[in-house]
C-alpha cells in the first residue's frame, strides 16, 4: 500500500512539472514546506519503488507508474473540491484544505459515486482539469477566467494564475449576479 506522504510527494512532481518547473530537490522541498534533506530521502524511496527516475543535478521525473498515482490523487482531490463546493456549498476558496485532508482516504466506489453525481466534472471550483477515470488530463492554459458562470451569485470574477510553485487565483473584476461568460 502507498503511504499518504509517497502520494503528496508524486502529486507535487506531478504538478511542479505541469506547471513547467524544473523538479529539483529544492523546489519538491519548497512546494512541500519540508528540508532539502526529507525531500532526498523521499527522492530515493521514490526510485526504489520505481515510482520516479532520479538524475542529480538535472531533477526528478515519474515513471508511468508514478504518474497513474499522482493523476488519481489529483482526480481525487478536484472531484472532492467540486463535490464540496457544488452539493454542500462550501466556499470555493475553503474546499482546496479540505480536499487535502480527505483526497487519500476515498475508495474507488465512493470517488466514482461522485464523479456521477456531479455529471462526470472536467474542471474543479477553480478552474483546474479534472483527471478521466481512465487518468487522462487536459493540460491547462496559463491563465484562465473561471468562477463567473458557475459563481455568478457571488459577485466576482477570478483569473487563474498558474505561476508560482501552485495554482492561485485573484479577484479581476466585479460582475453583476446574472450568469455571464468573459
Known amino acids: 500500500m502507498i503511504s499518504r506522504a509517497i502520494e503528496d510527494y508524486v502529486k507535487a512532481i506531478f504538478q511542479l512539472r505541469v506547471e513547467g518547473h524544473a523538479v529539483t530537490t529544492s523546489a519538491l522541498a519548497d512546494a512541500l514546506g519540508?528540508?532539502?534533506?526529507?525531500?532526498t530521502n523521499m527522492i530515493k524511496k521514490l526510485a526504489k519503488l520505481k515510482l520516479a527516475r532520479h538524475s542529480p543535478y538535472r531533477g526528478v521525473e515519474l515513471t508511468r507508474a508514478g504518474e497513474k498515482i499522482a493523476l488519481e490523487i489529483i482526480r481525487h482531490h478536484r472531484l472532492i473540491e467540486t463535490f464540496l463546493t457544488e452539493a454542500l456549498g462550501v466556499p470555493w476558496d475553503?474546499?482546496?484544505?479540505?480536499?487535502?485532508?480527505?483526497?487519500?482516504?476515498?475508495?474507488?466506489?465512493?470517488?466514482?459515486?461522485?464523479?456521477?453525481?456531479?455529471?462526470?466534472?472536467?474542471?474543479?471550483?477553480?478552474?483546474?482539469?479534472?483527471?478521466?477515470?481512465a487518468l487522462e488530463i487536459e493540460p491547462c492554459p496559463l491563465r484562465v477566467p473561471y468562477a463567473c458562470a458557475r459563481n455568478a451569485g457571488r459577485k466576482a470574477c477570478w483569473m487563474k494564475n498558474w505561476r508560482g510553485p501552485f495554482s492561485s487565483a485573484r479577484c479581476i473584476a466585479k460582475v453583476p449576479s446574472t450568469r455571464r461568460k468573459i
Open 34 to 39: 519540508i528540508s532539502n534533506a526529507s525531500a
Open 94 to 133: 475553503r474546499v482546496h484544505a479540505e480536499a487535502e485532508k480527505i483526497e487519500h482516504v476515498i475508495s474507488e466506489d465512493l470517488e466514482e459515486r461522485i464523479a456521477n453525481f456531479l455529471g462526470n466534472p472536467r474542471q474543479d471550483p477553480h478552474g483546474d482539469p479534472i483527471p478521466s477515470k
